[in-house]
C-alpha cells in the first residue's frame, strides 16, 4: 500500500457533500451518497481489523523504495481516521476488477519500481493490485518450499541407504548370536543346575546351622556347665536355661506322627548328661557355700544362693542332702554361740555373759530366751529369704497361721524342719539350766514371776515356729515345772497358814500377821498376773468373766489362770479366819468373832477389789461378808430393841393372831405399853450417841462403810418396828382406850415421820 488519500482532500469532499446532501433534502439519495455513509459509519477501532491493515501497509511498504517507503510509511501513520475509512471503503468494494490480465501484469511488474509522487497513489495500486499480489507472493513461498522439500528429500535418500545397511549389519549379527546360543546352550544349562544346587546347599546348611545353635551348647556354654574352673553364676545360669529350653523345644519336635527321631533321642541323650553335670555342680557349690555361710553369726543369702536352691528344688534329692549340710553347720553354730553368750558374752566383753546375772534369776532367764527369741527369728528371716518366701501381710507380733502337717507347703515343712533341727541342741543346755532355777526358788512370788515369763515366751515361740516345734515343747515343759514349783509353795504356804493359831491374850479384832504376811503375798501375785496380762484387757468395759475365761484358756497349759491362784490361795484365807475365830470365841466368850470375822473379810476384799480378775473370788468373799453383815446387824437390832425398852412388845405385836384383842395380852395391856413408850422416850433422850450412827460394838469395824450400814439398817428395822407397834394399837379391834392419848403421850408421840427424822433416815415408802 502505498499510502492512506490526503486528509484536507477528503475533509473538503466530505464537506462539499454534507453542503450537497443538506440541499438534496427533498431528493431521494443516490447510491454514492448511501455507499460514502456506510464508509464513514464503519468503525476501524477491533484489534483483528487493525493488524491486517497493518500486515497489509508493510506489505506495500516493502514493495517500494526505501527513500519513497519512509515517506509512504510515515504519510500512512498521520492520515487520518476519517482517510483510512475511506480507503478501506475503496479498498473493500474495489476497482472494476474486469480489467485484462495484461494490465495487471504490466502493473505489477511496475509496482516494486514505482516511486510514489502523488499523494495516495500507492493506496490505489494496492486496491487495485492486491489479489495479484497475494498470490505472487504465496507463489513465491511454495516455490521456495520445494526447495528445501527436494534437500530434504536428497538427506532421506542417504539416510535410507545408511538404515538399509545397518539393517544388514544387524541381521548377520543375529545369525552369529544364534549359532553362538546354539553352541554354548549346553554349556548354560550346566551352569544353571550347578547354580540352582548351590542355592540347595546354602540352603541346607543355613537350616543345619540354625539347627544347630537351636539344640546344641557352644564350647563356652558347655563349659559353663561341667568346667569347675567357671564358677556358677549368671553365665553358668543362662547355659542351663538354654539347656532347659532345648529339651523342651526337642519334646516338641518328638511329639509329631513320625514319632522320636535319632537327632531327637540323641539330643535328649546328650543335654540330659549335661543339665546333670550342672545339678551336680550346683550341688556342690551350694554345700560348700552352705558350710561357709553357716559358720556366720550374720546370716545373709545372695542372689546366686538363692537361685541355686531354686533349681535344685528340681532336684529333692541333692536339695536335701545340702540343706543337710546347712542344718548340721546351724546347730553348731548356734550352740556354740549360745554357750559363748552363756560364758564369754559379745566381743569384747559387750554385752556382758548372761551367767554374770544368774544371781537374779528373771533376768537371768529372760536374758537367755532372748538370746533364743532373737536367733530364731533371724534364722527365719535367713530361710524365708533362701527360700525366696514373700511376706504374707501378717503384722509384726501377730500369730502364724500354721496348715496341717499333709496341707503344709514344701517350703514351709524345709523351714521347720531346718529351724527345728537348728535350735534343738539349743534347747538342751537351755533347759538344764531354766530348770535349775526354777528348782532353786524358794519364793512363790519369783516362780510365779518365773513362771509367766517362761508362759509369755512359750506363747511367743508358739506363734512363731508352731505348737510342734522342739523348741516349743521345750518352753512348755519347763513352763509345766515353774507353775508346778509355785502352785507348790503357795499350796505349801497356805497349809502353813491353816496351822496358825490366834494369840489368846490379843484382844484387837484386826486381822492378825498370819492373815496380812498371806494376803501380802497375794497381792504381788495379782500385780504379777496383772502386768503379764496387758493393760488394754483390762478396760472396764470389757465382759470379766469373757476376760478371765479368756486369759485362762491362753494359760491353760498349766493351769495358770488365777481361778486356780484364787482357789488356792483365797479359800484357806477365809477358812482361817472363820476356824480360828471360832476357836478363840469358845477360849474367850466376850471376844467379838463376828467383827473379827468381818474385818478379815473387808481387808481380804480391799486387796482383791483394785484387780479386774478377781471378780469369782470377790463374789464369794462379798457373799460371806453380807452374811456376816446380816448376822450383826440383827444383833444390833436386838441389843437396841432391848436397850429402848420396846423388843418385848414389838415381838408380842408381831406374834399376835389376833384370838383375842391385843390389849388383854399379857406383856401388851396399857399399863406396860405405856411403861415401854415412856421407855423408848428416855432412851431417845438419853442415847443420842447410838442414835447419832455411834456404837460402841461397831465402831471396831475397821471399815467404817460397814459400820455406818449395819447401824441405819437396825434404826431402820427400829422405825419400822414402832410403827408396826403404833398400827397395830391404833386397831378399834384391840380396844386400845384413848390409842391416841396412850401414843402421843411419850416422845416421838406416835408419829413414825418423827421418829425416822430423829434418826436421821429417809422413810421408807411402802
Given at each position: 500500500m502505498s499510502g492512506p488519500i490526503p486528509y484536507s482532500d477528503s475533509s473538503?469532499?466530505?464537506?462539499?457533500?454534507?453542503k450537497s446532501s443538506s440541499s438534496w433534502t427533498s431528493q431521494a439519495r443516490n447510491p454514492v451518497s448511501l455507499r460514502l455513509y456506510k464508509v464513514l459509519g464503519t468503525n476501524f477501532d477491533d484489534e483483528a481489523t487493525r493488524e491486517a491493515l497493518q500486515t497489509l501497509s508493510e506489505l506495500y511498504v516493502n514493495s517500494s523504495s526505501s527513500g519513497s517507503t519512509v515517506d509512504a510509511s510515515s504519510k500512512v501513520k498521520e492520515t487520518p481516521k476519517s482517510n483510512a475509512h475511506f480507503d478501506g471503503a475503496l479498498l473493500e468494494d474495489g476497482e472494476d476488477e474486469d480489467d485484462d490480465e495484461e494490465e495487471r501484469a504490466q502493473s505489477s511488474i511496475g509496482t516494486s519500481k514505482l516511486v510514489e509522487n502523488t499523494p495516495g497513489e500507492a493506496a490505489a495500486r494496492a486496491r487495485k493490485n492486491l489479489k495479484r499480489d497475494m498470490e505472487l507472493r504465496l507463489a513465491e513461498g511454495s516455490r521456495h518450499f520445494l526447495k528445501v522439500l527436494s534437500e530434504v528429500d536428497e538427506r532421506l535418500v542417504a539416510l535410507q541407504k545408511h538404515v538399509s545397511a545397518m539393517h544388514t549389519s544387524c541381521d548377520e549379527a543375529e545369525k552369529q548370536l544364534q549359532l553362538s546360543n546354539e553352541a554354548s546352550k549346553s554349556l548354560l544349562e550346566r551352569a544353571g543346575n550347578l547354580r540352582e544346587e548351590r542355592q540347595e546347599v546354602e540352603d541346607r546348611k543355613s537350616i543345619v546351622s540354625l539347627f544347630l545353635s537351636r539344640f546344641t551348647l557352644t564350647e563356652e556354654e558347655t563349659e559353663a556347665l561341667t568346667s569347675r574352673d567357671v564358677p556358677v553364676g549368671k553365665r553358668f545360669f543362662q547355659a542351663m536355661d538354654k539347656t532347659e529350653q532345648i529339651r523342651?523345644?526337642?519334646?516338641?519336635?518328638?511329639?509329631?506322627?513320625?514319632?522320636?527321631?535319632?537327632?531327637?533321642?540323641?539330643?535328649?541323650?546328650?543335654?540330659?548328661?549335661?543339665?546333670?553335670?550342672?545339678?551336680?555342680?550346683?550341688?556342690?557349690?551350694?554345700?560348700?557355700?552352705?558350710?561357709?555361710?553357716?559358720?556366720?553369726?550374720?546370716?545373709e543369702v545372695s542372689t546366686i544362693m538363692r537361685e541355686g536352691v531354686r533349681r535344685l528344688r528340681k532336684r529333692p534329692e541333692l536339695l536335701n542332702e545340702s540343706l543337710a549340710a546347712l542344718s548340721l553347720t546351724r546347730q553348731t553354730t548356734l550352740t556354740s554361740s549360745f554357750l559363748t553368750a552363756l560364758t564369754r558374752g559379745g566381743p569384747s566383753g559387750l554385752p556382758r555373759p548372761i551367767e554374770l546375772h544368774a544371781h537374779d534369776p528373771l533376768r537371768y532367764i529372760g536374758d537367755m530366751l532372748a538370746w533364743v527369741h532373737q536367733a530364731i527369728a533371724a534364722e527365719r528371716e535367713f530361710l524365708e529369704a533362701l527360700f525366696s518366701i514373700k511376706e504374707d501381710g501378717r503384722l509384726i507380733g501377730s500369730a502364724r497361721e500354721f496348715a496341717e502337717k499333709g496341707k503344709m507347703s514344701e517350703e514351709e515343712e524345709w523351714i521347720r524342719e531346718l529351724m527345728d533341727a537348728a535350735v534343738g541342741k539349743v534347747c538342751v543346755p537351755l533347759k538344764i539350766r531354766v530348770q535349775q532355777t526354777i528348782r532353786s526358788q524358794e519364793s512363790s512370788i519369783m516362780s510365779y514371776k518365773i513362771a509367766n515369763l517362761l508362759q509369755f515366751y512359750k506363747a511367743t515361740m508358739t506363734k512363731t515356729i508352731g505348737d510342734d516345734a522342739v523348741l516349743s515343747v521345750t518352753l512348755k515343759e519347763i513352763t509345766d515345772l515353774a507353775y508346778q514349783?509355785?502352785?507348790?509353795?503357795?499350796?505349801?504356804?497356805?497349809?502353813?497358814?491353816?496351822?496358825?493359831?490366834?494369840?489368846?491374850?490379843?484382844?484387837?479384832?484386826?486381822?492378825?500377821?498370819?492373815?496380812?504376811?498371806?494376803?501380802?503375798?497375794?497381792?504381788?501375785?495379782?500385780?504379777?498376773?496383772?502386768?503379764?496380762?496387758?493393760?488394754?484387757?483390762?478396760?472396764?468395759?470389757?465382759?470379766?468373766?469373757?476376760?478371765?475365761?479368756?486369759?485362762?484358756?491362753?494359760?491353760?497349759?498349766?493351769?495358770?489362770?488365777?481361778?486356780?491362784?484364787?482357789?488356792?490361795?483365797?479359800?484357806?484365807?477365809?477358812?482361817?479366819?472363820?476356824?480360828?475365830?471360832?476357836?478363840?470365841?469358845?477360849?474367850?466368850?466376850?471376844?467379838?468373832?463376828?467383827?473379827?470375822?468381818?474385818?478379815?473379810?473387808?481387808?481380804?476384799?480391799?486387796?482383791?477389789?483394785?484387780?479386774?480378775?478377781?471378780?469369782?473370788?470377790?463374789?464369794?468373799?462379798?457373799?460371806?461378808?453380807?452374811?456376816?453383815?446380816?448376822?450383826?446387824?440383827?444383833?444390833?437390832?436386838?441389843?437396841?430393841?432391848?436397850?429402848?425398852?420396846?423388843?418385848?412388845?414389838?415381838?408380842?405385836?408381831?406374834?399376835?393372831?389376833?384370838?383375842?384383842?391385843?390389849?388383854?395380852?399379857?406383856?401388851?395391856?396399857?399399863?406396860?405399853?405405856?411403861?415401854?413408850?415412856?421407855?423408848?422416850?428416855?432412851?431417845?433422850?438419853?442415847?443420842?450417841?447410838?442414835?447419832?450412827?455411834?456404837?460402841?460394838?461397831?465402831?471396831?469395824?475397821?471399815?467404817?462403810?460397814?459400820?455406818?450400814?449395819?447401824?441405819?439398817?437396825?434404826?431402820?428395822?427400829?422405825?419400822?418396828?414402832?410403827?408396826?407397834?403404833?398400827?397395830?394399837?391404833?386397831?378399834?379391834?384391840?380396844?386400845?382406850?384413848?390409842?391416841?392419848?396412850?401414843?402421843?403421850?411419850?416422845r416421838p408421840f406416835g408419829q413414825v415421820g418423827l421418829l425416822w427424822q430423829i434418826f436421821g433416815l429417809k422413810e421408807e415408802e411402802e
Open positions: 473538503s469532499s466530505i464537506s462539499s457533500q454534507r523342651e523345644d526337642c519334646r516338641v519336635l518328638m511329639a509329631g506322627e513320625d514319632g522320636p527321631t535319632r537327632a531327637g533321642k540323641d539330643i535328649m541323650a546328650s543335654t540330659a548328661s549335661q543339665l546333670e553335670q550342672g545339678y551336680e555342680k550346683i550341688f556342690r557349690w551350694c554345700s560348700y557355700e552352705f558350710r561357709q555361710v553357716g559358720r556366720d553369726s550374720q546370716l514349783t509355785f502352785f507348790g509353795s503357795i499350796e505349801a504356804q497356805c497349809r502353813s497358814l491353816a496351822q496358825a493359831t490366834l494369840d489368846l491374850d490379843d484382844t484387837s479384832l484386826t486381822p492378825p500377821i498370819p492373815i496380812l504376811d498371806h494376803v501380802q503375798i497375794l497381792r504381788e501375785i495379782m500385780a504379777v498376773y496383772q502386768s503379764y496380762l496387758g493393760d488394754d484387757e483390762l478396760d472396764d468395759g470389757d465382759d470379766e468373766d469373757n476376760l478371765i475365761g479368756d486369759h485362762n484358756k491362753s494359760h491353760a497349759a498349766g493351769n495358770t489362770g488365777f481361778l486356780k491362784i484364787g482357789d488356792v490361795m483365797v479359800q484357806p484365807a477365809l477358812d482361817m479366819c472363820l476356824d480360828a475365830g471360832e476357836t478363840k470365841k469358845r477360849q474367850r466368850p466376850e471376844w467379838d468373832k463376828d467383827v473379827f470375822v468381818l474385818n478379815c473379810l473387808s481387808y481380804l476384799l480391799s486387796v482383791l477389789e483394785p484387780f479386774a480378775f478377781t471378780k469369782p473370788q470377790r463374789k464369794v468373799i462379798q457373799e460371806a461378808i453380807e452374811s456376816k453383815v446380816e448376822e450383826l446387824t440383827e444383833e444390833h437390832y436386838l441389843d437396841i430393841m432391848t436397850d429402848a425398852g420396846l423388843n418385848q412388845i414389838a415381838s408380842l405385836c408381831r406374834n399376835h393372831d389376833d384370838s383375842e384383842p391385843l390389849s388383854h395380852v399379857p406383856g401388851i395391856q396399857p399399863a406396860q405399853l405405856q411403861s415401854a413408850l415412856a421407855s423408848f422416850s428416855r432412851w431417845l433422850s438419853t442415847s443420842i450417841e447410838v442414835v447419832s450412827s455411834s456404837s460402841p460394838r461397831l465402831s471396831r469395824l475397821t471399815l467404817q462403810r460397814l459400820h455406818t450400814q449395819i447401824h441405819h439398817a437396825a434404826l431402820e428395822r427400829m422405825a419400822k418396828a414402832y410403827g408396826m407397834i403404833c398400827e397395830r394399837v391404833r386397831r378399834k379391834e384391840n380396844k386400845y382406850e384413848a390409842a391416841a392419848t396412850l401414843l402421843g403421850a411419850e
